[in-house]
């Protein structure tokens, strides 16, 4: 999968998003749905405290997703090393948190209000459909972006191991084949086998993982930009840089097992790091306008939490929870094991504890 394909789609979604926001559609506000005035909604005190936001999160994002490509020079944060794996673990606590206690809940909330007509959004469960489908989805790209990636692999390496094999292929044709070059031949499928598809597996869930990552976090940055509630903005700041630093820890180490090239590294982090700043600027810009309890604001805002949950939870259990632990090296080591669901604990019961505040 190119990485043009991703951007296209992200670019499409944040379209979508501006459209649906930006039709106030008259609002018919119904009874219950008028914003409450109270001493936390304050526009002129909100705007400093949003820059503040800007800054800090792009500041955290940048620590965060730049940490494991920047010190893989260090050898205990190597990615074959152990450390590697229970910083990997905690991080990926941090996106499941992120995904259940967080995004999950903002879809009940939204899709559930009183704002919204009896039928459909309170006759049937949208935010739980929505999750399952975006896992389905998910596993689909997944697997399809798998197949692509081994296809165009195998295509690419058949050349090389053509020249590489060039003096085997001469014996054989001779009828001159002899135990040696069988064995190197033999040696370079299982390495091509085994390596070459554990890396095209890294640079599928380094891709998807970004993806869903870009579409919260762009999101979530519009919901801050777009609130002039002082109250929430403080805990949601807080809360935003300790989620943004860790989950780019954990996209950064994807990246860096993919072995991608240097630029292609470089603008993955550029997304990861700019897309919440982005998403509060865009807030702001729309915050005349934007209404938290409009109709449109709410469905499009709690439909996309729903697919980001389903995204994420998927993600962070199957292509980086079960993908470490039921891979060779924890298998291997019950203390690893151990040390890394107590990572995955810590990083979920961290997240869980921010709830409180956002």
Known sequence: ???????????????????????????????????????????????????????????????????????????????????????????????????????????????????????PWHKFPFTGFGAMLSAIVTLMVDALATSMYSKKANDGVKPESISHGAETDQEMASGHFHGHGHGHGHHYEAKLDGGATQLLRYRVIAMVLELG????????????GASNNTCTIKGLVAALCFHQMFEGMGLGGCILQAEYKPLKKAVMAFFFSVTTPFGIAIGIALSRMYKENSPNALITVGLLNSSSAGLLIYMALVDLLAADFMGPKLQGSIKLQLKSYVAVLLGAGGMSLMAKWA
């Open 213 to 224: 990552i870009v579409v919260h976090s762009v999101v979530i940055g519009l919901s801050l």
């Open 1 to 119: 999968m190119a990485t043009s394909n991703p951007k296209l789609v992200i670019i499409s979604i944040f379209f979508i998003i501006l459209s649906f926001l930006t039709l106030q559609a008259e609002s018919a506000e119904k009874e219950g749905c008028v914003e409450e005035e109270n001493s936390c909604h304050d526009k002129a005190k909100a705007l400093p405290l949003k820059i503040i936001a800007i800054v800090s999160i792009l500041v955290s994002s940048v620590i965060g997703v730049s940490a494991p490509l920047l010190t893989r020079s260090i050898p205990a944060l190597h990615p074959d090393k152990s450390l590697f794996v229970i910083v990997k673990a905690f991080a990926a606590g941090i996106i499941l948190g992120t995904g259940f206690m967080h995004v999950l809940p903002d879809s009940f909330d939204m899709l559930s209000s009183s704002c919204l007509p009896e039928n």
